[in-house]
């Protein structure tokens, strides 16, 4: 029973409802935020649409289209959702569908609905390494968070599947989108006094909630932060260190950057000046940073976690403070929360969670049987030569 394009989508998908969903309500399994991103936790999403609409989204180079869909999870009650494909690369390996990424849009039709506290999720197809590495890297931003490392919560992600008509399309990596409810769930949002910026590109920053323009975002006028210009020379390192401990709450910031240079991303905040998210305040709050685009992690184990001749690594690490405060996260992040043995432990809890779901995904781009267990090994020797290596590159700094 497709739903014509022409017809209204509440209304439309209020009839597909009645038609392919029949389950009573029921309360939800868990409180919702942060629980329903458990890190030990493999969601199951369900989602239907008319084929005519999952066709358009697999094949969408715009990625703009959004199509109504009906979502829910386990005996949860049917909700009706937004869908639109995400920019990463189509996985094509299954026969009669694409695996794409996907960004669901819980109060496109319904204000105020929001599932499990989130009014947006976001599933990442693992389209540049694959979902097991991608999540990884997930899990070692939140191992880095506590008093070495993050002081509030940056990093919460897990994995799901997703079933789409009743077919099962794979398993993917659900990462927190970071948008106003967000913000909401750590209770810092405040109407017109909170801004929410995504760096996307090297000095592409959109505004994704708040109005106008922060105080921090003005002030902050020059290189590395905005793009150079006469009027706002960058300050020297004495004075770089003086304005960004004032307003940015270095130990964060530094944070992103010590874990993305740990997990070898080569496409983060400070070895590209990109992919990243950061959050204002007017309220007396500094500036907190939060990783985003984990999907190019751990490919090599040499990466100079300096970075040298990038713009926000050479401007932020050619500040002898802030160098040493990195190199002190980094060297107490891998020798405390982001041990070899802690990352050890998690990927031993996950293989069996997750291997059934591997198992069935033919775009997992690892393998069945024997290569999904040899993946999960090579993860954990590959933090350990990792950790050997960068700890020498800090300790001949």
């Not at 990783?291 to 190019?296: A, I, N």
């Amino acid at each position: 029973m497709p739903c014509p394009r022409l017809v209204a989508p509440l209304l439309c998908l209020s009839s597909l409802a009645s038609a392919q969903v029949s389950k009573p309500p029921v309360l939800r399994p868990n409180p919702g935020w942060p629980e329903v991103f458990a890190p030990e936790t493999v969601l199951h999403i369900n989602l239907s649409m008319s084929p005519s609409d999952w066709s358009t989204i697999q094949h969408d180079l715009t990625f703009d289209i959004e199509v109504p869909a009906l979502m829910w999870m386990g005996n949860d009650p049917a909700i009706l959702v937004s869908v639109r494909r995400k920019s990463c690369d189509a996985l094509t390996s299954a026969a009669g569908f694409d695996k794409v990424s996907l960004k669901i849009d819980v109060n496109e039709y319904v204000d105020g609905q929001a599932w499990y506290d989130l009014k947006k999720l976001s599933l990442e197809n693992g389209d540049d390494e694959d979902v097991v590495t991608e999540g990884l890297g997930w899990a070692l931003h939140r191992m880095a968070t506590g008093p070495i490392g993050y002081d509030y919560e940056a990093a919460l992600a897990n994995w799901a599947t997703v079933s789409i008509n009743g077919v099962y399309t794979g398993l993917y990596v659900n990462a927190e989108q970071r948008d106003k409810s967000f913000l909401k769930n750590r209770g810092v949002w405040v109407k017109d006094e909170t801004w929410l910026y995504h760096l996307d590109d090297v000095y592409s920053t959109t505004l994704k909630a708040g109005t106008g323009d922060s105080p921090v975002w003005q002030y902050l006028c020059y290189d590395p932060f905005q793009s150079p210009n006469g009027g706002c020379p960058p300050p020297d390192p004495s004075g770089l260190f003086v304005d960004l401990t004032a307003l940015v709450d270095m130990k964060g910031m530094l944070t992103v950057g010590a874990v993305n240079a740990f997990l070898s991303h080569g496409d983060s905040l400070f070895s590209k000046g990109k992919n990243v998210m950061f959050a204002d305040f007017s309220t007396g709050q500094k500036r907190q940073y939060y990783p985003w685009d984990l999907d190019s992690v751990m490919t090599k184990l040499n990466h100079d976690i300096f970075n040298p001749g990038d713009h926000y690594a050479d401007a932020l690490l050619g500040v002898p403070a802030f160098r040493d405060q990195f190199k002190q996260i980094l060297t107490d992040l891998l020798q405390g929360p982001m041990h070899e043995a802690e990352a050890a432990q998690f990927l031993d809890q996950m293989e069996p969670i997750l291997t059934p779901w591997l198992e069935l995904d033919p775009n997992n781009r690892i393998g069945t049987g024997a290569a999904i267990a040899g993946h999960f090994q090579s993860k954990q020797d590959w933090i350990v030569q990792r950790k050997a290596n960068v700890l020498s590159q800090i300790a001949n700094d």
